[in-house]
């Protein structure tokens, strides 16, 4: 005999489990210039427009983007990779994930924050490696007071 799904399982019962909303270019570009304020630091501005292309054009989750690390989104050579691939601890599940970044304008905008990142010396490593940026540091590091980003290791 086999027995019924539980409601949770069975859409037709009745029960749809809540799903996030899309948005629509034209609605992300609005997003996008609402974050571009003018008497906010540009590094903010920079570091928010970016993750928010990250997760609009590879659909990344929030845990994704907050793990991220350079090593994942850089060749060694400094070239952002067309793929990139999220380790386990960094994702949802157990599981590493694959993602494409490859929109046009997410590319330019995550080579723009690296060279700022760069430009005012925020994580580097190696200047051979990487783009000098330290390859185990995050991608979107936590910004503090306008000026102090945390240091490896810091939770």
């Not at 749809?16 to 609402?34: C, D, N």
């Not at 580097?124 to 936590?142: A, I, M, N, Q």
Request: glycine content about 8%.
């Amino acid at each position: 005999m086999v027995r019924p799904l539980p409601k949770t399982l069975d859409p037709v019962g009745g029960f749809r489990p809540k799903q996030a909303g899309v948005i629509s270019p034209r609605e992300f570009r609005t997003l996008l210039m609402r974050i571009d304020i003018r008497d906010k630091d540009p590094v903010l501005v920079a570091r928010d427009t970016t993750m928010l292309w990250c997760c609009y054009a590879s659909a990344f989750r929030a845990v994704e983007i907050a793990g991220w690390l350079v090593r994942e989104a850089l060749y060694p050579d400094g070239s952002l990779c067309p793929m990139t691939r999220i380790r386990a601890s960094a994702t949802k599940g157990s599981n590493p994930t694959v993602a494409p970044v490859v929109v046009k304008d997410q590319r330019a905008a995550l080579n723009s924050w690296f060279d700022m990142r760069v430009q005012k010396g925020i994580m580097l490593g190696s200047p051979k490696e990487y783009r000098g940026l330290h390859p185990d540091s995050p991608v979107f590091p936590r910004y503090y007071a306008g000026r102090v980003f945390e240091s490896l290791g810091s939770a």
